[in-house]
């Protein structure tokens, strides 16, 4: 069954290791592919008809998330900035009392990098935007446990 992006989370944990406590790092309005093609690997010989290639690795580009400007939320963000901390895209939240809370019961994607912002540009009568920026060194990959 088809999901829609409503209730698509950024989340992160500082430390190392497994992290156990997941904390939204804010709400997002646009957000990036989780994976990428790998690069192709040539392999052609002077015996092929046509050039061969082989999957390469994969391309960990930087990931790039839009949210409203709030400088709380930039503050924090910014802080993390020269950590490596782990990352997470989760899909679905539970409700209670009014209240979303993040659960990724729709899938978690989980990987490390590090993390910026910056805040962006902008015209008449528009919100002032962020622009949050992953450099991954562990690319994100499906969380494949019994909660995820």
Request: glycine letters at 10%; a negative charge; charged letters at 15%.
């Amino acid at each position: 069954m088809a999901i829609s992006t409503f209730q698509s989370y950024l989340m992160y944990a500082t430390g190392s290791g497994t992290p156990s406590t997941w904390l939204n790092m804010c709400p997002v309005k646009e957000t990036p592919d989780l994976g990428a093609a790998p690069e192709p690997v040539e392999v052609t010989t002077l015996s092929d008809p046509a050039r061969c290639f082989i999957p390469g690795i994969e391309n960990t580009d930087q990931k790039t998330y839009v949210a409203n400007y709030d400088k709380d939320q930039y503050d924090t963000i910014k802080a993390l900035k020269g950590q490596e901390i782990n990352l997470a895209h989760w899909y679905g939240a539970s409700y209670a009392n009014g209240v979303y809370t993040p659960d990724g019961s729709e899938g978690k994607f989980v990987g490390k990098g590090y993390v910026d912002v910056y805040a962006n540009g902008g015209g008449v009568n528009e919100p002032v935007n962020m622009t949050i920026t992953l450099t991954m060194t562990q690319n994100f990959v499906k969380e494949t446990s019994a909660s995820g």
